[in-house]
């Protein structure tokens, strides 16, 4: 294990210096273990939707099983969509362009991403992108 000050040291030299190898297997244990987790629950959700319809003995009761599937197909696919984001981050993780914003390239931070393994932007620009989404929204 890695103590804070050595998972936080970064070459002085070099203002866009790319995260230490490191901080990237720190990142990348802590994708890998959160990929897991996910996957394990997504395997119970699927597993919850093998009752079959019919098994369902009354119509309050079926719309109850109808309500709680879909709220599961809900959690299961946005469990599927954070899957994806992680395998997306552990593909890019180890390039050199892992670790800047998309948005303005500037550096996203390890404690950003220590927090938020799949952030793509800095806080500034994910900032700025929730406040225009939630102005469209409305």
Not at 6 to 35: C, F, G, I
Not at 107 to 113: A, C, Q, S, T
């Amino acid at each position: 294990m890695y103590t804070q000050e050595e998972t936080y040291e970064r070459p002085v030299s070099d203002k866009r210096a790319p995260l230490t190898k490191k901080q990237k297997m720190l990142l990348e244990k802590k994708l890998l273990n959160w990929h897991h987790r996910l996957s394990l629950e997504e395997a119970v959700i699927k597993n919850s939707f093998k009752v079959k319809k019919h098994e369902v003995s009354d119509q309050v009761d079926r719309a109850l099983f109808e309500a709680d599937l879909s709220r599961q197909f809900r959690v299961c696919s946005r469990t599927q969509k954070l899957i994806r984001k992680i395998d997306n981050s552990l593909l890019f993780l180890f390039d050199d362009d892992f670790g800047y914003c998309v948005t303005c390239g500037m550096e996203i931070g390890f404690k950003r991403l220590e927090i938020r393994p799949i952030a793509t932007e800095c806080y500034e620009c994910k900032s700025i992108s929730e406040f225009k989404e939630k102005v469209e929204h409305y």
